[in-house]
């Protein structure tokens, strides 16, 4: 993985970078499904899974916020 990353000039690339990556992708591609999320994640809480997305529940909120319902 440090070798892709050296390739693609990313600092740090590794299976963690990925995960992380990959779940926020879903959480914003599926409409912010937290729980969808958590899931994947195989988390205990919705909490933990904001948390680890580096996102709090205002964070959340204020995102959801955004969301254009048409």
Known sequence: MS???DLLGIDYLGTHTMRKTGAYRVY???NYNIGLVMNLLNHSSEAM???YLGLDQASAENMLDKIDFG
Request: proline content about 0%; hydrophobic content about 10%.
């Open 3 to 5: 070798k892709t990353g």
């Open 28 to 30: 914003t591609q599926s």
């Open 49 to 51: 899974t904001l948390t």
